[in-house]
């Protein structure tokens, strides 16, 4: 009888095993708050480990990150400024739109509080107080969805903020909480990224609690009838885990450890309507 050896075929299956491509990188454009926060820290590597997709996460305002789908220039968005989102949904440059999560915008500002907006209930109110007394006051002034939220609360009141203690930042939301901090200006932050970094900032949370002040995040994955190198498939997979049971879950535990309180809520199981987003 013929002795057969095992060897060969296990060499053979070998190579085949290392001949399989990688599955190609996925593109994340998110805004800053996310990557800020931590909470990207968390889910990217189970993400990447449960699918075997590595992502290339670029944190930048949702702005510019809504402008990397129009472009083609990224798979799948993490964003938080549902008007443009929807406009960019309607443009034809996204092809799925889910809700994750959500969490608020507050208003911060230094302990002597020289504007008196502390405690107050009206973002429109608070914005009022500052400029009236002419105060600091930090925008990022990036296109972002936070400055998005806050130009649509100044014109709400029929302010256009132009004086010498307004400044624009065109940064992200963690290094325009530093430069607020150090100017001892006011600033509107997304809670999350604020109690991220509130051991190194000497401001208070001023303002909160306005229906005005929610802050709500989409996952979006970009069309791929518009370029054929968006990998559409791996940014439904993220798309996917993002709102899947588990990860849901993880998003509403993030941050109580740390913080005593949740970062983000989950809101997979609901639908915009339920949130009041138009």
């Not at 507050?106 to 105060?135: C, H, K, M, W, Y």
């Not at 400044?167 to 530093?178: C, P, R």
């Not at 600033?187 to 005005?212: C, F, H, K, P």
Request: with cysteine; charged share 20%.
């Amino acid at each position: 009888m013929k002795k057969i050896t095992l060897l060969p075929l296990l060499i053979l299956a070998l190579i085949t095993a290392c001949a399989q491509p990688a599955p190609a990188p996925l593109i994340l454009a998110t805004t800053t708050s996310t990557q800020d926060s931590g909470l990207l820290d968390l889910l990217v590597p189970i993400f990447e480990e449960q699918s075997g997709y590595t992502v290339q996460t670029i944190a930048v305002g949702t702005g510019a990150a809504l402008k990397m789908a129009e472009e083609g220039n990224a798979d799948v968005l993490l964003v938080h400024a549902p008007s443009a989102e929807k406009e960019l949904m309607d443009a034809g440059f996204g092809r799925d739109r889910l809700l994750v999560m959500h969490n608020d915008f507050v208003f911060v500002g230094p302990s002597n509080d020289p504007a008196s907006i502390r405690s107050l209930t009206s973002a429109g109110e608070a914005l009022v107080n500052i400029s009236s007394s002419q105060t600091g006051f930090v925008s990022r002034g990036d296109g972002s969805g936070t400055h998005k939220k806050e130009r649509a609360i100044w014109s709400s009141v029929g302010i256009s903020p132009a004086w010498d203690g307004y400044i624009e930042s065109g940064q992200g939301m963690g290094a325009t909480l530093i430069i607020a901090s150090e100017k001892q200006a006011y600033t509107m932050t997304d809670r999350a990224t604020y109690l991220a970094n509130q051991d190194n900032l000497d401001l208070e949370i001023m303002v909160e609690g306005d229906e005005v002040l929610l802050n709500v995040y989409h996952v979006i994955t970009v069309n791929p009838d518009n370029w054929e190198n968006i990998n559409y498939k791996g940014a439904l997979a993220f798309a996917e885990f993002m709102t899947s049971d588990e990860t849901q879950a993880l998003i509403k535990e993030f941050g109580i450890e740390e913080y005593g309180q949740p970062l983000f809520f989950s809101d997979a199981h609901k639908t915009d309507a339920e949130l009041g987003v138009e």
